[in-house]
Protein backbone atom coordinates (compact mmCIF):
# COMPACT_ATOMS: atom_id res chain seq x y z
CA UNK A 1 0.00 0.00 0.00
CA UNK A 2 1.37 3.93 -0.78
CA UNK A 3 0.99 4.71 3.01
CA UNK A 4 3.15 1.87 4.18
CA UNK A 5 5.23 2.40 1.75
CA UNK A 6 6.23 6.13 2.05
CA UNK A 7 5.36 6.22 5.67
CA UNK A 8 5.81 4.26 9.08
CA UNK A 9 3.00 1.87 9.94
CA UNK A 10 1.22 4.37 12.27
CA UNK A 11 0.81 7.39 9.77
CA UNK A 12 -0.37 4.65 7.13
CA UNK A 13 -2.95 3.06 9.62
CA UNK A 14 -4.22 6.48 10.42
CA UNK A 15 -4.33 7.29 6.96
CA UNK A 16 -6.81 4.21 6.03
CA UNK A 17 -9.06 4.77 8.88
CA UNK A 18 -9.55 8.42 7.89
CA UNK A 19 -9.67 7.37 3.95
CA UNK A 20 -12.15 4.61 5.16
CA UNK A 21 -14.22 7.01 6.98
CA UNK A 22 -14.36 9.75 4.57
CA UNK A 23 -15.22 7.62 1.63
CA UNK A 24 -18.29 5.64 3.86
CA UNK A 25 -19.61 9.18 4.52
CA UNK A 26 -19.55 10.00 0.70
CA UNK A 27 -20.66 6.54 -0.28
CA UNK A 28 -23.58 6.93 2.03
CA UNK A 29 -24.55 10.49 0.12
CA UNK A 30 -23.89 9.39 -3.49
CA UNK A 31 -25.67 5.94 -2.87
CA UNK A 32 -28.52 8.02 -1.42
CA UNK A 33 -30.41 8.42 -4.97
CA UNK A 34 -29.23 6.15 -7.38
CA UNK A 35 -30.50 8.07 -10.29
CA UNK A 36 -29.37 11.50 -9.23
CA UNK A 37 -26.01 12.92 -8.41
CA UNK A 38 -25.22 13.97 -5.09
CA UNK A 39 -24.50 17.54 -6.41
CA UNK A 40 -28.09 18.86 -6.67
CA UNK A 41 -30.04 20.28 -3.81
CA UNK A 42 -31.69 17.23 -3.47
CA UNK A 43 -29.40 15.63 -2.02
CA UNK A 44 -29.36 18.06 0.84
CA UNK A 45 -33.12 18.14 2.08
CA UNK A 46 -32.56 15.42 4.93
CA UNK A 47 -30.79 17.85 7.37
CA UNK A 48 -30.43 14.94 9.99
CA UNK A 49 -28.63 13.10 7.18
CA UNK A 50 -26.56 15.63 6.32
CA UNK A 51 -25.43 16.36 9.83
CA UNK A 52 -25.05 12.87 10.43
CA UNK A 53 -22.00 12.70 7.40
CA UNK A 54 -20.71 16.03 8.95
CA UNK A 55 -20.32 14.61 12.29
CA UNK A 56 -18.53 11.80 10.33
CA UNK A 57 -16.15 13.69 9.01
CA UNK A 58 -16.06 15.98 12.21
CA UNK A 59 -15.02 12.73 14.36
CA UNK A 60 -12.46 11.69 11.54
CA UNK A 61 -10.29 15.26 12.02
CA UNK A 62 -10.57 14.82 16.12
CA UNK A 63 -9.18 11.09 16.60
CA UNK A 64 -6.52 11.91 13.97
CA UNK A 65 -5.57 15.63 15.64
CA UNK A 66 -6.61 15.39 19.29
CA UNK A 67 -4.24 13.58 21.85
CA UNK A 68 -6.30 11.76 23.98
CA UNK A 69 -8.25 10.43 20.90
CA UNK A 70 -5.07 9.04 19.57
CA UNK A 71 -4.63 7.46 22.33
CA UNK A 72 -7.30 5.96 22.31
CA UNK A 73 -7.99 4.85 18.53
CA UNK A 74 -3.70 4.37 18.40
CA UNK A 75 -3.52 7.13 15.56
CA UNK A 76 -1.41 10.19 14.85
CA UNK A 77 -1.41 13.84 13.29
CA UNK A 78 -1.54 13.85 9.14
CA UNK A 79 0.70 16.30 7.44
CA UNK A 80 -1.42 18.36 5.14
CA UNK A 81 -0.01 15.91 2.28
CA UNK A 82 -1.25 13.04 4.24
CA UNK A 83 -4.67 14.80 4.45
CA UNK A 84 -4.35 15.35 0.23
CA UNK A 85 -3.69 11.61 -0.32
CA UNK A 86 -6.63 10.83 1.87
CA UNK A 87 -8.99 13.34 0.13
CA UNK A 88 -7.99 12.35 -3.05
CA UNK A 89 -8.83 8.77 -2.61
CA UNK A 90 -12.36 9.57 -1.15
CA UNK A 91 -12.63 12.21 -3.94
CA UNK A 92 -11.90 9.72 -6.62
CA UNK A 93 -14.82 7.25 -5.25
CA UNK A 94 -16.96 10.06 -5.37
CA UNK A 95 -16.15 10.14 -9.34
CA UNK A 96 -16.45 6.91 -9.84
CA UNK A 97 -19.89 6.87 -8.07
CA UNK A 98 -21.41 9.96 -10.27
CA UNK A 99 -19.93 8.11 -13.38
CA UNK A 100 -21.24 4.67 -12.99
CA UNK A 101 -24.81 6.72 -12.28
CA UNK A 102 -24.34 8.80 -15.20
CA UNK A 103 -23.71 5.52 -17.44
CA UNK A 104 -26.07 3.83 -15.64
CA UNK A 105 -28.80 6.02 -16.44
CA UNK A 106 -27.76 6.91 -19.71
CA UNK A 107 -27.59 3.05 -20.97
CA UNK A 108 -31.17 2.54 -19.26
CA UNK A 109 -29.80 0.19 -17.22
CA UNK A 110 -30.63 2.27 -13.86
CA UNK A 111 -34.59 1.86 -13.25
CA UNK A 112 -36.04 2.45 -9.50
CA UNK A 113 -39.55 0.78 -10.93
CA UNK A 114 -40.14 -2.52 -9.29
CA UNK A 115 -40.61 -5.01 -11.44
CA UNK A 116 -44.48 -6.64 -11.97
CA UNK A 117 -44.58 -10.29 -9.90
CA UNK A 118 -44.71 -13.34 -11.71
CA UNK A 119 -47.93 -15.42 -11.19
CA UNK A 120 -47.92 -17.62 -9.19
CA UNK A 121 -44.42 -16.64 -7.00
CA UNK A 122 -43.85 -15.67 -3.66
CA UNK A 123 -42.47 -12.43 -2.65
CA UNK A 124 -39.60 -12.89 0.14
CA UNK A 125 -42.15 -11.98 2.78
CA UNK A 126 -44.73 -14.40 1.83
CA UNK A 127 -42.34 -16.92 1.40
CA UNK A 128 -41.16 -16.32 5.22
CA UNK A 129 -44.76 -16.51 6.36
CA UNK A 130 -45.39 -19.53 4.43
CA UNK A 131 -42.07 -21.31 5.45
CA UNK A 132 -42.68 -20.18 9.53
CA UNK A 133 -46.66 -21.59 9.01
CA UNK A 134 -45.99 -25.13 7.92
CA UNK A 135 -42.56 -25.29 10.46
CA UNK A 136 -45.45 -24.91 12.84
Known amino acids: A ?6 S ?27 R ?11 QFIYMCLLVVVLTV ?8 QRIFDT ?12 LATG ?10 FVLNRTGWLSIAPEAPVAGTLTV ?3 AVVGSAAAQ
Request: contains cysteine.
Open 9 to 35: LIVALTMGVVTLSLTHAVAAITTRDPE
Open 76 to 87: TSLTIEQWGICL
Open 37 to 47: TAFTPAALINR
Open 125 to 127: TEA
Open 2 to 7: YGEDNY
Open 62 to 69: LITELGFL
Open 92 to 101: LVLVFYEVAK
